[in-house]
T-cell receptor, first 115, second 112 residues
Framework: EPEVTQTPSHQVTQMGQEVILRCVPISNHLYFYWYRQILGQKVEFLVSFYNNEISEKSEIFDDQFSVERPDGSNFTLKIRSTKLEDSAMYFC?????????????FGSGTQLSVL | AQSVTQPDIHITVSEGASLELRCNYSYGATPYLFWYVQSPGQGLQLLLKYFSGDTLVQGIKGFEAEFKRSQSSFNLRKPSVHWSDAAEYFCAVRDAGNMLTFGGGTRLMVKP
């Protein structure tokens, strides 16, 4: 089965530093997503991306966050100035469509630890 | 706003026993409902989904789920659990866009 790949699997950073989390979605997919899961809490939607622009975002996705598809294969999440509360597992996902046939494929996640 | 509740944080069953994981949702329209499984170190894998039609849906790995509108439930079932089913299970509802709202998850442990 095709896979969504996320790198790195673990990222440790100092508070206030910028981090970029990287994702390689499945090659023929057009819709891209970021979710996160703070330890002990629910998986939360951050943002969806289609046609080189954000299609939907949650309240969590404030000005400190940005997403980009810099080339034909990567999809990145940038946090400009990390805070302690940004520590979480970040999941990237992609899908070929959004209709009734939609199947979301998730990566294995990047564990971000902000010290 | 939509929400999903999984009342059981942990469940332990014996291998070979039947399993039912509960999920209740709150959503104004006809929901799109999903069950995902997460094994340690893995991403979220889709087990099954309900969009419309038959309220009993079959998924991978021998799982099934039944949509009950009157109870706002979408419980996951498996007749005979295998040790490899030990994982965390998430129920989710999707809105008219693409946003999935997840429940808090149920961690399944399987006793030999």
């Amino acid at each position: 089965e095709p896979e969504v790949t996320q790198t790195p699997s673990h990222q440790v950073t100092q508070m206030g530093q910028e981090v970029i989390l990287r994702c390689v979605p499945i090659s023929n997919h057009l819709y891209f997503y970021w979710y996160r899961q703070i330890l002990g809490q629910k998986v939360e939607f951050l943002v969806s991306f289609y046609n080189n622009e954000i299609s939907e975002k949650s309240e969590i996705f404030d000005d400190q966050f940005s997403v980009e598809r810099p080339d034909g294969s990567n999809f990145t999440l940038k946090i400009r100035s990390t805070k302690l509360e940004d520590s979480a597992m970040y999941f990237c996902a992609s899908s070929a469509s959004t209709g009734s046939n939609e199947k979301l494929f998730f990566g294995s996640g990047t564990q971000l630890s902000v010290l | 706003a939509q929400s999903v509740t999984q009342p059981d944080i942990h469940i332990t069953v014996s291998e070979g026993a039947s399993l039912e994981l509960r999920c209740n949702y709150s959503y104004g329209a006809t929901p799109y409902l999903f069950w995902y499984v997460q094994s340690p170190g893995q991403g979220l894998q889709l087990l099954l989904k309900y969009f419309s039609g038959d309220t009993l849906v079959q998924g991978i790995k021998g799982f099934e789920a039944e949509f009950k509108r009157s109870q706002s439930s979408f419980n996951l079932r498996k007749p005979s659990v295998h040790w490899s089913d030990a994982a965390e299970y998430f129920c989710a509802v999707r809105d008219a866009g693409n946003m999935l709202t997840f429940g808090g998850g149920t961690r399944l442990m399987v006793k030999p």
